[in-house]
């Protein structure tokens, strides 16, 4: 089992009656993988980074939100200008328990259940909300809790409303990004050609270009290699594909570059990082 840091409410929320705080990070660092005895929303707000997350691996950016339960493993690194909002909470002792509950992802919830985008544009909404709940939530009176948890609630079931919120009411940019995120995803075993993408949805790639690098701080190429490599970590710690098998499920026909554009990466050989960690398994 991998060893990781372990984060406690008692360093983060004020006082035992609170339920509900707020961790503001201008400019996140590097963390190590850790866990922690509450949840958490994770609000992508600017900058990129990796995010690792139990077995998983991958770029996170502006829009990105993750909930992350207690038992969940997860740290942060090659990090640019990352800023996130981080709320907290206490999922089993919140006095408005049965109405949030509705609007969180099940308990149960599977990792990718868990992990979604939302329109950049909207951060700009939630912004004020998360703000009055920072305030709040740093006061230990009864009223100040009960109202935090009220905030939280609404800033829950936003965040529920945007995802559910039809495509077709899209602002036209924002509509551009989504189909540009949705063809990079789909495209980690293929290639991927930025001009053939642009001239199938009437997109200018200039613009595009532009638009992506303003709201992620990536070119698209370098998002989509940054995908693609984090695809490969994952699965040097989950399977015993031969490093030239994940090379090509991950869109290189040359492992050997592959395992050069890795090591630029990671500073470490694939075989290198797979050794790390099946040195921490048993």
């Known amino acids: 089992m991998e060893r ?14 609170n339920t509900v705080t707020v961790e503001k990070r201008d400019h996140q660092q590097p963390f190590p993988l850790h866990d922690h005895d509450f949840n958490e929303i994770v609000i992508v707000c600017s900058g990129n980074g990796l995010h690792h997350w139990n077995n998983y691996v991958y770029p996170i950016t502006s829009g990105d939100i993750l909930y992350i339960n207690p038992k969940d493993v997860h740290g ?7 800023r996130l909002d981080n709320i907290l909470y206490l ?7 049965s109405t949030i509950e509705f609007y969180l992802p099940k308990v149960t919830a599977k990792h990718n259940e868990r992990f979604w985008r939302i329109q950049p544009s909207y951060l700009k909404l939630l912004a004020p909300l998360i703000e009055q709940l920072d305030v709040e939530s740093k006061k230990n009176n009864l009223a100040s809790v009960h109202l935090s948890e009220a905030l939280f609630l609404q800033l ?12 077709v009411a899209l602002p036209t940019a924002t509509h551009q990004l989504d189909l540009l995120f949705t063809a990079l995803h789909n495209s980690i075993a293929t290639p991927f050609n930025i001009d053939v993408f642009c001239k199938e949805n009437h997109i200018a790639s200039r613009s595009l270009s532009r638009l992506f690098k303003s709201q992620t701080g990536m070119t698209i190429s370098g998002y989509l290699q940054k995908r693609r490599l984090c695809d490969a970590m994952s699965l040097l710690r989950t399977t015993n594909y031969s490093i030239s098998m994940i090379a090509a499920e991950c869109g290189y026909d040359d492992s050997n ?3 050069s554009v890795f090591k630029k990466l990671t500073e470490q050989t694939p075989s290198q990082y797979r050794a790390k960690f099946n040195d921490k398994k048993g």
Not at 156 to 167: M, S
């Open 4 to 17: 990781c840091l372990r984060l406690y409410k008692q360093d983060y929320f004020i006082s035992e009656m």
């Open 76 to 82: 942060y690194e090659s990090v640019n200008n990352l």
């Open 91 to 97: 999922r089993e002792s919140l006095f408005l328990s």
């Open 156 to 167: 829950v079931i936003w965040l529920d409303r945007i995802k559910q919120a039809p495509k």
């Open 257 to 259: 570059y592959f395992s």
